[in-house]
């Protein structure tokens, strides 16, 4: 049979595009390897978002570049965001491209391989979690972002489209690390929500804000333990919105806030609204009205005109907050927005010192704060075995999105992958937890 290796590069929202093409792929008689040598087809979902992504996307198209004038693989098809961010430099740069394929247009990849659009996505990674688009697009239009410019204007699902949708992935068997299904089959206990500004969702399909509708829909779905939402934009979060974490048991009182700045003057020149005083407000009133609340933030160092007063702003803005999980990213400068022509560039050397220092401002607080769980009874899902002894596990806390916030390392004889266990913390190193099942 022939096969194909898919690179799907960027964030889970790619991800869903990549599984989409997979499918396809799949469709049309390849199977999937995970030995770039020797494909028959070479697909790369590009990410565009930042310079690093960019930079990101040369190294791999020039080793893809190299496997083909060898002789190793043979078609090359790249589409993705950079489609709609300067494609031209890169076909020109990539002769060797075969086809370039627009942006989520999936079916000239189907009319390329001559088969039809299939009705379900292929799962690419292994883990018993499945992501939900729930929208595209993006109409905010902050000063540092190209993603609207990409990724185009808002453009929600419809509900009864996406609980479709998502009783198909309940019902899709999960693949081992052997990238095989369980035998006997398993399937994914979370599902996570995810879209540019995931509070707007339906505004332009109902000319509301129809969270609240769709939180309801997806929670009748039987199979799924967990439902996670990611993406919540806090000039755009209702608070009303708290009784549904009260009302609906498998809903995760987890809330990923990014909020990239607190200092007044920066906030308004990012073109977004909620500063320090609202944005302290706003998670300390979820804590209260939700104790067991984890809360996320991503910030950004060195936005043209950061001053010293706006950097120790964020620091005293991460000591009053009860976080449980914050990222970090230096601004870059792109080609296209707002803030790329501001005045007050600071150089991306010195933003990224900044980030650095408040990553280790942010280790200490983290480190205190993590060390609490010790003690403590946790639910955690089991996504593997462990490669120190047969009996460890590798897991996840409810309060641990994948990828980004940690593990759960469980010693157990007999957990299995794909179970939520009992389990108490027993220690704590950086950000992860080890445990024993009760």
């Not at 889970?12 to 093409?21: I, T």
């Not at 960019?54 to 950079?82: H, M, T």
């Not at 479709?164 to 996570?192: C, H, M, N, T, W």
Request: aromatic letters at 10%.
């Amino acid at each position: 049979m022939k096969k194909f290796y898919l690179e799907s590069l960027g964030c889970p929202k790619n991800l869903v595009d990549s599984e989409n093409f997979a499918a396809i792929l799949q469709q049309a008689g390849f199977r999937k390897t995970d030995n770039v040598v020797g494909a028959d087809i070479v697909f790369v979902n590009t990410c565009a978002f930042l310079q690093s992504s960019l930079a990101e996307l040369e190294d791999v198209l020039n080793a893809v570049e190299e496997l083909k004038r060898e002789g190793q693989i043979g078609r090359v098809i790249v589409s993705g965001c950079v489609m709609n961010r300067n494609p031209k430099h890169f076909q020109e740069a990539y002769p060797s491209v075969d086809n370039w394929i627009g942006l989520k247009d999936f079916a000239t990849l189907a009319k390329l391989l001559v088969t039809e659009l299939p009705v379900q996505r292929k799962q690419l990674e292994t883990g018993f979690h499945a992501y939900l688009r729930i929208s595209d697009g993006c109409e905010n239009f902050c000063s540092y972002c190209k993603i609207p410019s990409i990724r185009g204007k808002l453009l929600s699902v419809p509900i009864e489209q996406l609980k479709l949708e998502a009783q198909a992935l309940a019902a899709r068997p999960v693949l081992s690390d052997k990238g095989r299904p369980y035998s006997p089959e398993r399937f994914p206990q979370e599902l996570i929500l995810i879209a540019q500004d995931s509070c707007l969702y339906g505004t332009d399909l109902y000319g509301r804000k129809a969270l609240p509708e769709l939180i309801e829909a997806l929670h009748e779905i039987e199979g799924f333990k967990w439902i996670r939402l990611m993406y919540l934009h806090p000039d755009h979060f209702e608070l009303d919105w708290l009784a549904l974490f009260e009302r609906f048991p498998r809903l995760l009182p987890y809330f990923e806030i990014p909020i990239q700045h607190v200092s007044r003057g920066i906030i308004s020149a990012m073109h977004r609204q909620k500063s320090e005083t609202e944005l302290t407000e706003l998670f300390l009133t979820i804590k209260r009205r939700l104790p067991q609340a984890a809360l996320r933030t991503t910030l950004m160092t060195g936005f043209p005109g950061e001053s010293l007063q706006d950097y120790k702003a964020m620091q005293r803005f991460l000591k009053s907050v009860p976080l449980l999980h914050m990222g970090s990213f230096a601004f870059s400068a792109e080609d296209g927005t707002a803030a790329y022509s501001m005045q007050g560039q600071i150089k991306s050397s010195a933003a990224l010192r900044r980030q650095d220092k408040l990553e280790m401002f942010w280790e200490e607080l983290r480190q205190q704060r993590w060390e609490n769980y010790v003690g403590q009874v946790l639910d955690v899902l089991i996504e593997g075995r462990g490669s120190d002894s047969p009996d460890e596990f590798v897991g996840r806390a409810w309060f641990q999105a994948p990828e980004i916030d940690g593990q759960v390392i469980v010693n157990s004889s007999s957990c299995k992958p794909g179970q939520i266990v009992k389990t108490e913390i027993d220690d704590v190193v950086g950000t992860t937890l080890f445990a024993h099942t009760l």
